[in-house]
C-alpha cells in the first residue's frame, strides 16, 4: 500500500496576509486553510526515483468554500470543471508534470486560478445582426462567378 506524502515544510500559498485568503482572480478567493494537498507518486520516466518519491501534487477545494462566485459563475466553473468535481462537491486538479513536489504544487494553484478567474468572466451577449444589402449583393456575384467557371468545366457540345 503506497504511503501518502504530506508535505511538512511547505511554503504557503500567495495570500491576503491579514485574512489568510488566497485571490483567484475575476473577484473571487478561498480560504487557504479550505486548500488541501495531497501528494502520491507519479507516473511517467523518472527511474527508479519515481518508485520512491510522492511529487504528483492533488489539490482539492470545495466549491462551497469559493467566495465571490455568483450563482451563474458556480454553474459555468461546474461545466468547466467536469469530471473533476466529485461527488462530494469538491475540485480536484492534479499536476504531476514536474519532478519537483513545489513545482507541481504551483502547477495545481495556477490550475484553480485560471478555471475560477475563466469561470468568472460572463460569456459575450451575441446580437443577432443581419447582413447588409450590399453584403447580399456581392454574395450572389461571387456566386454567379463561381457558377460561370463551373459550368465552363463541363463537356463541349459540338
Same mark, same amino acid.
Given at each position: 500500500?503506497?504511503?501518502?506524502?504530506?508535505?511538512?515544510?511547505?511554503?504557503?500559498? &500567495?495570500?491576503?496576509?491579514?485574512?489568510?485568503?488566497?485571490? #483567484?482572480? @475575476?473577484?473571487? =478567493?478561498?480560504?487557504?486553510?479550505?486548500?488541501? +494537498?495531497? +501528494?502520491?507518486?507519479?507516473?511517467?520516466?523518472? @527511474?527508479?526515483?519515481?518508485?520512491?518519491?510522492? =511529487? !504528483?501534487?492533488?489539490?482539492?477545494?470545495?466549491?462551497?468554500? /469559493?467566495?465571490?462566485?455568483?450563482?451563474?459563475?458556480?454553474?459555468?466553473?461546474?461545466?468547466?470543471?467536469?469530471?473533476?468535481?466529485?461527488?462530494? @462537491?469538491?475540485?480536484? #486538479?492534479?499536476?504531476?508534470?514536474?519532478?519537483?513536489?513545489?513545482?507541481?504544487?504551483? /502547477?495545481? #494553484?495556477?490550475?484553480?486560478?485560471? /478555471?475560477?478567474?475563466?469561470? !468568472?468572466?460572463?460569456?459575450? +451577449?451575441?446580437?443577432?445582426?443581419?447582413?447588409?444589402?450590399? =453584403?447580399?449583393?456581392?454574395?450572389?456575384?461571387?456566386?454567379?462567378?463561381?457558377? !460561370?467557371?463551373?459550368?465552363?468545366? @463541363?463537356? &463541349?457540345?459540338?
Amino acid at each position: 500500500m503506497p504511503r501518502e506524502h504530506r508535505e511538512p515544510h511547505a511554503s504557503p500559498p &500567495p495570500e491576503d496576509s491579514d485574512r489568510g485568503v488566497m485571490r #483567484l482572480g @475575476g473577484g473571487a =478567493s478561498v480560504r487557504i486553510a479550505a486548500i488541501g +494537498f495531497k +501528494f502520491v507518486r507519479s507516473g511517467g520516466p523518472g @527511474g527508479q526515483n519515481v518508485n520512491k518519491v510522492s =511529487s !504528483a501534487a492533488e489539490l482539492r477545494v470545495a466549491l462551497a468554500s /469559493i467566495e465571490g462566485l455568483d450563482e451563474r459563475a458556480l454553474e459555468r466553473l461546474r461545466a468547466l470543471a467536469g469530471r473533476r468535481i466529485n461527488a462530494a @462537491g469538491e475540485l480536484v #486538479l492534479r499536476a504531476e508534470t514536474s519532478r519537483s513536489q513545489h513545482e507541481n504544487r504551483a /502547477i495545481c #494553484l495556477d490550475k484553480l486560478k485560471e /478555471i475560477v478567474s475563466s469561470a !468568472a468572466r460572463r460569456p459575450k +451577449f451575441r446580437r443577432a445582426t443581419k447582413p447588409t444589402r450590399g =453584403s447580399k449583393e456581392r454574395r450572389l456575384e461571387q456566386k454567379s462567378q463561381r457558377s !460561370a467557371v463551373k459550368r465552363q468545366r @463541363g463537356r &463541349p457540345d459540338w
